[in-house]
């Protein structure tokens, strides 16, 4: 019998490919590049109790996003400020509210207090967070602020839901929510 050498190209035109499907595989890796990129970048996680869905937005080590409320007594606003630190890490760097009353800070350990142009007052903390828990109340009217974007936390969740904030990987928020 022959051997059949049809099928062999001739040196002039150029090795062979090892892959035959060599732009399938590099698409697919460059896909998959891609999708740990984007799986591994950090976003602040809200997670309620119970099977209400969760919802997180993206974020970046020294992002800032606030959490703006009325005060329970004092009915007047109120703003935590937190910096995204890493995962598991944020710092509550400073508050903003309206009058000195009612379970208000006073004492000089609380942090450094001061006026804004706007006559409000400016609490600087520095407080470390791995996660914060919070209930939901339509008295407090809860709105978690980044950048533009605002979010009502009663208009999501209602009245007496028990939250939590955190700062988590992308693919751990998945891991663990969906």
């Known amino acids: 019998m022959k051997p059949n050498f049809k099928d062999r190209k001739p040196a002039i035109a150029g090795s062979r490919s090892f892959f035959p499907v060599k732009y399938f595989v590099i698409i697919v890796i460059i896909l998959a590049l891609f999708w740990g990129w984007y799986a591994s970048r950090l976003v602040v996680a809200v997670v309620p109790e119970g099977e209400r869905q969760p919802f997180a937005f993206g974020t970046y080590p020294g992002d800032e996003w606030r959490l703006s409320l009325t005060h329970s007594v004092e009915k007047t606003a ?66 978690l602020v980044h950048g533009e974007d605002d979010y009502d936390l009663i208009k999501l969740y209602g009245q007496g839901t028990a939250i939590k904030i955190k700062i988590q990987y992308r693919y751990q928020y998945w891991w663990e929510n969906f």
Not at 96 to 104: A, C, D, I, K
Not at 116 to 141: C, H, V, W
């Open 78 to 143: 109120w703003d935590d400020y937190f910096l995204v630190q890493g995962v598991g890490q944020m710092l509550m760097t400073h508050t903003r509210f309206s009058s000195l009353g009612w379970g208000y800070p006073y004492a000089p350990s609380e942090g450094k207090l001061t006026r804004t142009a706007d006559g409000r007052f400016n609490l600087e903390m520095n407080r470390p967070y791995k996660e914060l828990a919070l209930r939901i109340s339509e008295q407090a009217m809860q709105h």
